[in-house]
């Protein structure tokens, strides 16, 4: 898209929305302009070279959106969301610039500006139901996250960096029957990308802290996530469990990804100290011999200091096997974050954390190390 049209694209977007601010009272139509700048500076030293570089954090892209909905007659409430993703060097895809001669600094990509949500839907007090393009009933069930610094330390562990190849000590990408070895690859594309398509989804009203959605997906992929949160004195808890059955439509006959599954549970205690576990996992169907289905297991401890509005975070992860090979893969991850609000819908965050590798039958491969300094302004 070209400059012109994104400029163009943006100014309708916006004149559409103070046009639906203007709408009459009576009509009762509660409208929302909301949006979010989201940019940081990323450091990677994959072991070879020590390089930088300007993000999107794909933790929660740049977006701006609308929101609408008006109470109807006959008791439904009837909604409208439109999103449109801005995304201008994404932290989960920079990769290594090979070019001959030239640093391995990701050159910069051209900013895209794309449809992000499109939705229409209706509503009462048993549930919702959506349909358009929008995010599949299990995406947010690897992320439900209580502990402090979540905007840069979350159990997404490729949101940054994701894209980077691993490399052995002379040099050399790791590469696995064809595929290169990364993070992204490691964690599953849980990556902090919105698992977004053309879809029917319904989403249930909440029944003693439990609550469902499902989704059908253009392609023939369903989605199924249970919900539940409460309180309890001192404690609360957010938890999520999540299974997608993927139809992708190919005729792979070893191998094939045909299912999915994701789950978090977070803990909180009022003095401020948290903590979280995720899991992830999937369905291989006709798995060649020696070839172990990938998974993956991740979890934080965060503290929220109640003088001030600052939080840290400490996390692990180890995650198996996401080439199909007969070669046992593992990724360990360390992480230290911190976050500091600053009000008004602004934050800004730091992130250290160490991504290894190993790979039976190979040795010498090189740690990536990601530093991070990231704000973040919602309005």
């Not at 030293?45 to 999107?56: A, C, H, L, R, W």
């Not at 929660?60 to 993703?85: F, H, P, V, W, Y």
């Not at 957010?238 to 139809?247: E, K, P, R, T, Y």
Request: proline share 2%.
């Amino acid at each position: 898209m070209t400059t012109s049209l994104r400029t163009f694209a943006l100014r309708s977007l916006a004149l559409t929305a103070l046009g639906a601010l203007t709408v009459p009272a009576a009509n009762a139509v509660d409208v929302k302009l909301y949006g979010t700048v989201n940019k940081a500076f990323m450091v990677y030293d994959d072991g070879q070279d020590t390089e930088s570089t300007i993000v999107d954090n794909n933790n929660e892209s740049t977006r701006l959106g609308i929101g609408g909905e008006q109470k109807l007659d006959n008791g439904l409430t009837a909604s409208a969301l439109l999103e449109m993703n801005y995304n201008s060097n994404p932290s989960n895809s920079q990769t290594q610039n090979t070019a001959s001669g030239q640093a391995n600094t990701p050159t910069n990509t051209s900013a895209n500006l794309s449809e992000r949500i499109a939705r229409v839907g209706l509503s009462n007090e048993y549930g919702a139901i959506f349909i358009g393009q929008q995010d599949v009933a299990t995406d947010d069930a690897y992320s439900h996250d209580l502990a402090a610094a979540t905007s840069v330390l979350n159990a997404n562990v490729a949101s940054f960096g994701g894209g980077l190849v691993f490399h052995n000590d002379a040099g050399n990408p790791i590469s696995l029957g064809g595929t290169n070895l990364t993070p992204g690859a490691f964690a599953q594309n849980n990556d902090g990308s919105l698992s977004a398509t053309d879809s029917i989804r319904f989403n249930s009203a909440t029944f003693n802290g439990f609550n469902g959605s499902l989704s059908a997906s253009q392609g023939g992929t369903m989605d199924a996530t249970i919900r539940y949160a409460a309180t309890y004195g001192d404690l609360s808890v957010d938890s999520a469990l999540g299974h997608s059955f993927i139809n992708n439509n190919a005729t792979t006959a070893t191998n094939e990804v045909v299912g999915a599954t994701t789950g978090s549970v977070s803990v909180k205690h009022s003095s401020g100290l948290a903590g979280t576990v995720a899991y992830t996992a999937q369905d291989l169907d006709n798995a060649t011999a020696n070839v172990d289905e990938a998974e993956g297991m991740y979890g934080k401890v965060g503290y929220s200091f109640s003088n001030m509005p600052l939080g840290i975070a400490a996390e692990y992860g180890q995650f198996k096997n996401p080439i199909a090979v007969a070669q046992d893969q593992t990724m360990d991850v360390y992480g230290l974050g911190a976050e500091y609000d600053l009000g008004h819908g602004v934050t800004t965050g730091a992130l250290y954390r160490n991504m290894s590798a190993d790979v039976d039958g190979l040795s010498n491969i090189e740690d990536i190390n990601i530093f991070t300094v990231a704000m973040r302004v919602k309005f």
